[in-house]
DNA sequence: GTCTATAATTTGATAGAC
DNA sequence: GTCTATCAAATTATAGAC
């Protein structure tokens, strides 16, 4: 099938970009390295994205949408607050063992002022789209870390000592300290 | 003075790549750009760091020196753990506002697994000195934010935040919140 | 220390055949 | 959709004159 076809190399293309953006930013990409590790060659890979700004808004977009999919829905659940920043925490602390490498919008937000337009705006959508969650998911919480924007940036700095040290603790750490100091 | 023009010289130089890197990141960064901005020619700037991590190193090293300098010593001072975290806070801060950058080695950091050696060692060793800084200016304190590693991580965050969403109020909110939670 | 000149490589991007 | 071929520009880096 043509279709599904498509679909797998996009979707190779979209890993491939994914991971070397979250390894080494945005600039630490090119349609060579990316070509050469899906098996075709760089001028294929800009008949997907014409610019490269096209393949970061792609990448961040579906990032976005995979994100907020594994999370689930922070409204319909029977859980407490509590338990739903731990699930957002497991998620990272997954991804970061999993893949090695850190949030997507991180490393971009990090370095926004060098970014293209597009995928600027992608990463903002993002964030904001995950804090509109972690609102929903803090819904009726109280004390010291029951604020979305502060979770939000504890977990993402863990993320950034824990790449940079080299010690995925301190992200299990934070998120520990943060989940301890929601009450319900 | 010839060693006089020289130091102004490297600093210029220095400054043009640290402004550059706090951006956009290492890669974002090139000889040309830093060369003009200085208003010199590239094979000069290559003079003073023949190789990329060279400059990149010397501005981690700088910039690890100045903002220790700058805070000064944690321990012969006379603040309560909360007011040293809170100037640590109003450095982030003022720093944030005053060159419309995050830290460098948050940047740094966030895309570690794209730096050549040279620079994410000396990232390490900046993050290494930090963490003690802030260690030893939370002797003797209690209360659910009282943790080096917890506090350096939701600033960094917050940094992230702050320049991706276009509000440093995400950094200054986070300030306020670790700082009111902080027990002497 | 800075310059000119230049090399070698990489990069984002396009044209056109299949 | 993918390929070959190619391009212009940029990048890191070096050699040698001043």
Redesign the interface.
Known sequence: MITKQTNDRLSSILDVAES?IR??????VSFRDIATAVGIKSSSVHYHFPHKHDLGKAVVERYAINFVEVLGSPINSLETPTMRIERLGAAYSGSLAQD???CL???????????PEEV?GA??AF??QLLQWTEEALTGAQG??A?A??I??????????S???NDPR?LE??VT?LV??IEV
């Not at 939000?152 to 000592?161: E, K, P, T």
């Open positions: 070397h390894r080494g930013g945005f600039n630490a090695g490498a850190i919008a991180c490393v971009l937000g990090a370095e926004s002022a060098g970014l600027n990463v903002i964030f904001k010291p870390a604020d924007s502060y939000i940036s504890a977990m993402q700095g863990a993320m950034v000592l790449i940079a040290l301190k750490e934070a300290r301890r100091f």
